[in-house]
């Protein structure tokens, strides 16, 4: 499997651009807007989009979603349904972030943990991690190590867990029961800046310890 990272909106989000090199069948993981460059990055890459992927129902991860699935006639897929509430509030939050008018959302399909997709010949398990959201969900592809973590975890960070419905305490066993235990070497992309590996993290992020550290 190989991807490409498309960094979209103001909020620097990474869209991800995952495909299956036999098929040439691709999926677009959170197109948080910017439809018309997303579009371009992937006729640049050949590859053929058969699917929208969501982890989480914030703006930033879908302001393109249905857009981009009209554009190439797919699906939306996931997030887990307790972010429906999320998906209704589209409307709100466009205009609480001055961005602009985003309808209400439903995927064609939720997603539960134990799921998988398949993009091409490439096979995605989903785990629901809550905690920034209730309804988070992350992807994992095994056989590539790679995880595409949404806003659960970032390199020397979590996701936040202030927004409606967040909880901190979920959010971290969501990490370390679900996420470290598939091994140090997964490489994962995140919702917002650079990529990174579980084992690095586990060591160094300071969220992940015992202990917070004392500034």
Request: net charge negative; proline share 7%; with cysteine.
């Amino acid at each position: 499997m190989k991807f490409h990272l498309i960094t979209v909106t103001a909020f620097s989000q990474n869209c991800s651009l995952i495909w299956c090199t036999k098929t040439n069948q691709a999926a677009l993981v959170d197109p948080g807007g910017e439809a018309a460059k997303i579009i371009r990055e992937v006729s640049d890459k050949g590859v053929r989009v058969t699917q929208v992927l969501l982890t989480h129902g914030h703006l930033d991860h879908v302001g393109a979603a249905a857009e981009l699935a009209a554009h190439y006639q797919v699906p939306i897929i996931g997030p887990q349904k307790e972010d429906q509430f999320l998906l209704d509030a589209l409307p709100t939050q466009s205009q609480m972030f001055g961005l602009e008018h985003c309808d209400p959302l439903t995927p064609d399909t939720w997603l539960e943990e134990g799921d998988t997709v398949s993009v091409g010949g490439e096979i995605l398990s989903v785990l629901h991690c809550p905690g920034h959201t209730p309804g988070h969900i992350v992807f994992i592809n095994d056989k590539a190590r790679l995880a595409v973590s949404g806003d659960v975890i970032f390199k020397g960070g979590v996701g936040r867990s202030d927004f409606p419905r967040g909880d901190h305490q979920a959010l971290i066993h969501s990490i370390k029961t679900k996420l470290l235990p598939l091994g140090d070497d997964i490489v994962f992309i995140p919702g917002h800046g650079p990529m990174s590996d579980f084992g690095y993290e586990r060591k160094t992020n300071p969220f992940l310890q015992d202990e917070m550290p004392v500034w």
